[in-house]
């Protein structure tokens, strides 16, 4: 009851400033959890299963594309989720329920004709990984678990009769993935040796690895999957010997690259349009300001754009397909409309709706992506976009600096929950991909380099003093959001740059990058090397670690903070966070402090998004709301 008091309040708030004309949309509906998800259709294209819910637990249905009535649900968990599965053939799907406070691993099949359940593996404590799901060899598929070692995933087959699990690949302790071809053998896997990655071939599970190429920590070698039936020809994403991410194919058996088969000058190429299920390359995606596709075969294009044309305006991307192609599950959105899962028959051309990506948003009045560049103080060009709140005068606006994640990844056009969200509320949303973003190519990523605390951060606060300059943003009310690397980044604004804002929201948040690599999760610590190269080496560099750590700089805060951590976040210690709080409070500075003891690093009960959301709304009401 007080959280809904709390919400009515804030809201009757905003209302009386009067900030913008559009109807306030409530939290619930922004960040309420759907329905159903997980939509993946079956290798013969005549069922999709997908994971709903049933008296507060997730479970698996089905849907027979033939017979509508037929459609049925095959789980029953009523006191744990499921957590994930996967098509094993036409009739048996497995599933794995959602790991206990103790960790327990627990997996299990089911038939979709008989709905018949059983357990595949005994429950051990450990983590699992799909690896190859369709079966194979002697009924079987193949699966990563960790339970040996928690450092690293062991190579299992899992068997769907009685048979136990058997050993098919021990982890040396550097093996981070591996491609499966379409006989069930495991020839191809990365490893990660300190800073380098290795890929690895054999020609069949009988014969050891080899390794066929390395790179260091700035260069990329992303094999994708086998050509068509071939056991020795991949296709690849590569930046080997160039600065962008190229589709290139790959002579496995001689070691070789055959060729670029497609690279964009400006953007480096994205997964996608690969499809396992056939070993077919149909596409590739590429992003500028907005994502683009090539295709390979242009009778494949015309059936897509066939497709586009019947979600007119609407982008999409293709989840899975069955083992023909011609029956597919797409995700459709806009930057103003959340879309929906939809099921497409290229032969019929026949689309079907399966469920709407978020139904209370999907006619509401929202705010476009607007694609902007500016550049940086030492030339370096940045891209981002920018979300108007609606009916806004486009002047002298409140605007929230919302840096992501990472700062592996970037900003992209589409729906972006939170950024409607603020830009409901009255706030220019103001999104970039500062250096050391990925998508830009070896240069600019690695331009982010040990630019923690440095120049990542100045891409920041240039972005917002061209927003200023230009009459766009109120320097007098500007805050700074964000979450894990963009929470590090509000925190370091909060010490280094109290003038530029009114105040600062860090959602796990790096506050301490000792602690952050001294907890790094067992399974990550292949990574560990790399990630020295990165940020930094914490025992060599550790005057750099204190000068760019916030829990060292406290002192230096002039502005008020909200802090938010999960209990059970392992990138970001609750004790340093609990001690950066203290002494804000020591030395008189606002700060609130929202601690949710059983989280991990992104909140997933419902009532504890939204509780975070209405503090923030609150929040940032209270200091940038005239």
Known sequence: MKFWIGLFFSTLILLGCQQHKADLIPINQFFSTPEKSSFKISPNGRFIAYIGLDNHCKNIYLLDLLHQDSSKQLTYQNDINVKSFAWNNDSKISFLTEQSSQDSLRLYAVDINTERIWPLIKPVRGKFRWVHSVLTE??????????RDSSFFDLYRIYLDDRPRELILQNPGNMSSWIVSNDGQVRLAVANDSVQQSVLYRTSDKDPFKEIIRCDVESSFTPLGFKDS?????YALSNVDRDKLALVSYDLANNKELGEIFSHK???VSPGGYFSEQNKLLFVNYTTSRQNRFFFDKSIKKKYDQLSKQI????????NTDITGERVIIKTYTDINPGGIYFYDFSTQKLTKLADNNSDLKDKELSP???ITYTARDGVQISGYLTYPVHSNRKDLPMIVLPHDGPNGREIWGFDHEAQFLANRGYLVFQMNYRGSTGYGKKFWTAGFKEWGGKIQDDITDG???LIKEGIADR?????????????????AACFNSDLYKCAVSYSGYTNLFTYFRDIPPYFKSYVQKMYQIVGNPIREAELFKNISPVFHSDKVRIPVLLVQGGKDRFSSVTDANQFVQKLKNNHIPVQYILKEDEDRTFKKDENVF???NELERFLAKYLVD
Do not use: C, M, P
């Not at 009924?139 to 339970?147: C, K, L, P, Q, T």
């Not at 071939?230 to 991949?234: A, E, H, L, M, P």
């Not at 007098?476 to 370091?492: E, Q």
């Open 266 to 268: 400006e953007v480096d």
């Open 369 to 371: 992506n607007e694609y």
């Open 476 to 492: 007098d009310r500007i805050a700074i959001v964000g979450k894990g690397f963009g929470g590090y980044s509000a925190l370091h």
């Open 230 to 234: 071939s056991r020795t020809i991949i």
């Open 464 to 466: 917002v003093k061209w």
């Open 312 to 319: 007119d305006g609407f982008e999409f991307q293709v989840l």
């Open 138 to 147: 002697g009924n079987s598929f193949v699966a990563g678990i960790n339970d």
């Open 611 to 613: 509780g975070y959301y």
